[in-house]
């Protein structure tokens, strides 16, 4: 994707580098038990740990001693790259929300490294990126971005990170469209079969608006970046993954969809183009 001296997005807060190696008092009492999800991006079997049911505290007293190293040159392109891909999103939701007579909110994006604290609880970079409605930011541990090719095998290219990001984006969207609130409401009492497949359709919809998204951002797209995105949506599939992970696929415990779905949605949001089209769960039908 073609990238270079174009707009970067101004709601990116960099905090690579600076890792808050602190330690977090408790205080005051316990408010409850909130219960958040997250919404990540593949990742690795047993680790995807959407909905996950965070203990919170009400007043956190945290005492932080930084640390801090400089970013490398590649960091930084990065940095700027990531920048603009996620300006390119805000650009295209504008103008999609605002065809169908809505307005778009801009979510956030945090670059970490290694760990980082969220409205929806505290994370490490070994979940994969991930998007939290709670804080409506994405978060990226850009380093994932090797092991999508050394560890699951995608193709190179930088089209596999704008692929990864518009799809965070895309739960952006079901949060501003009330999607995501509405299958975690029919989440409720269903069994663990069930309740997988309706996180499928959540997944496989943000993979459909990645492909959306892709068809608005065409002009900057090069020859190569749709198999680059197709590859990745290959390498992160659930039966992709278990088979790599365990040996053996077990359909009833996927969460977001098989290679073949991922893929298959994606393009059908590049294909259309319409944000109508993706009706990936039963009550869009
Ligand atoms: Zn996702």
Redo the contacts with the bound molecule.
């Keep these: 994707m073609k990238w270079e001296g174009r707009r970067e997005s101004k709601n990116v807060s960099d905090k690579r580098g600076k890792s808050a190696a602190g330690k977090t008092a408790l205080g005051g009492g316990l408010i409850g038990i909130i219960a958040v999800l997250l919404?990540?991006?593949?990742g690795e079997t047993g680790k995807q740990i959407a909905p996950v049911l965070e203990q919170m505290n009400s007043q956190q007293n945290t005492e932080q001693t930084e640390t801090t190293r400089n970013l490398t040159e590649t960091e930084r392109q990065m940095g700027k790259m990531v920048a603009v891909m996620f300006a390119d999103t805000e650009d295209v939701w504008h103008q999609i929300f605002e065809e169908n007579g809505m307005q778009y909110r801009e979510p956030k994006m945090e670059l970490f490294d290694d760990k980082v604290n969220t409205k929806c609880g505290s994370a490490t970079a070994d979940v994969g990126p991930?998007?939290c409605p709670a804080d409506e930011t994405v978060y990226m541990d850009l380093r994932f971005f090797e092991e999508l090719h050394n560890r699951f095998g995608a193709e190179r290219g930088n089209f596999a990170i704008a692929y990864v990001i518009a799809?965070?984006v895309?739960?952006h969207v079901q949060t501003l469209l009330g999607t995501n609130s509405k299958v975690h409401q029919l989440q409720q009492g269903k069994n663990q079969k069930e309740s997988n497949k309706l996180s499928v359709g959540?997944?496989l919809q943000?993979d459909f608006y990645a492909g959306v998204w892709s068809k608005y951002n065409q002009k900057y797209l090069e020859p190569k970046d749709i198999d680059i995105a197709l590859s990745a949506a290959q390498a992160v599939g659930d039966d992709a993954i278990q088979k790599r992970v365990n040996g053996q696929v077990n359909p009833d415990s996927f969460t977001?969809g098989t290679s073949q779905q991922r893929k298959e949605w994606f393009m059908k949001g590049f294909n259309t183009g319409d944000i109508k089209q993706g009706n990936t769960l039963d009550f869009l039908r």
């Design positions: 919404y990540l991006f593949g991930f998007y799809h965070e895309g739960h959540l997944e943000a977001h």
